[in-house]
């Protein structure tokens, strides 16, 4: 199972700030996706990136994934508390299902 | 609009006991996923389905059962609780959208079990 790390685990910022997330492997991913889960809920994918140095824009959201598709970042600008939540990158797994990051879990506090 | 449904969404256990958790999918998807989700751990998988009638293991089988005898359906069992069973439970089912890899996934609002 390829082995996914996320970066940081925590992150607490004030409302406006810009931050980052990582994801990293050791081996090249087919495609990698990013999910953001919130309290009681269950997570729901936010994009899909499948080629070396593809950006992605979901309002706010900036995803790139790495030249060599072993990485992927989810940047986000002038943070909300309508951010909050954990923070999830996933790769392919087997039979379709997905293997994840521990992920990186969100406070955006007003 | 009810996408994956998963019940219970609360259950309390006893060392021992067994139970199964229900999930069900109005969306056709062919594939079909459980995980558990423990603090610090991200989602683990437990077992996985590619269609009616066939299921495999996943990260973290050990305790649990699965079968999938139609599209819709894919019930967890729990054989004989144990307290390491205590986390949250997600079914997911997926479609693949085409290319390398790419499915989409949604997922149910979890069963959060715990054992006594």
């Known amino acids: 199972t390829q082995l996914l790390e996320q970066s940081p685990q925590f992150l607490s910022i004030q409302e406006g700030e810009n931050l980052t997330v990582y994801c990293n492997s050791s081996?090249?991913?087919?495609?990698l996706q990013w999910y953001r889960q919130e309290p009681g809920e269950g997570p729901v994918l936010l994009v899909t990136?499948?080629?070396?140095?593809e950006v992605k824009k979901l309002k706010r959201l900036t995803f790139q994934f790495g030249d060599a598709r072993k990485d992927s970042s989810l940047h986000i600008t002038a943070a909300q508390p309508g951010d909050t939540g954990l923070y999830l990158c996933?790769?392919?797994?087997?039979?379709?299902?997905?293997?994840f990051g521990k992920g990186t879990s969100l406070l955006v506090t007003p | 609009n009810a996408g994956v449904t998963q019940t219970p969404k609360f259950q309390v256990l006893k060392t021992g006991q067994s139970m199964t958790l229900q999930c069900a999918q109005d969306m056709n998807h062919e594939y079909m996923s459980w995980y558990r989700q423990d603090p610090g751990m991200g989602l683990r998988l437990i077992h996985y389905s590619v269609g009616a009638g066939i299921t495999d293991q996943g990260e973290v089988p050990n305790g649990y059962n699965v079968s999938r005898s139609t599209t819709e359906d894919f019930p967890l069992r729990l054989l004989s609780a144990a307290p390491s069973q205590t986390s949250v439970y997600f079914c997911?089912?997926?479609?693949?959208?085409?290319?390398?890899?790419?499915?989409?996934?949604?997922f149910g609002q979890g069963t959060r079990l715990t054992v006594v």
């Open positions: 990136v499948v080629t070396g140095g």
């Open positions: 997911a089912s997926s479609y693949y959208v085409g290319g390398s890899m790419n499915t989409e996934a949604f």
């Open positions: 996933a790769g392919a797994g087997p039979g379709y299902a997905l293997n």
């Open positions: 081996s090249v991913f087919s495609s």
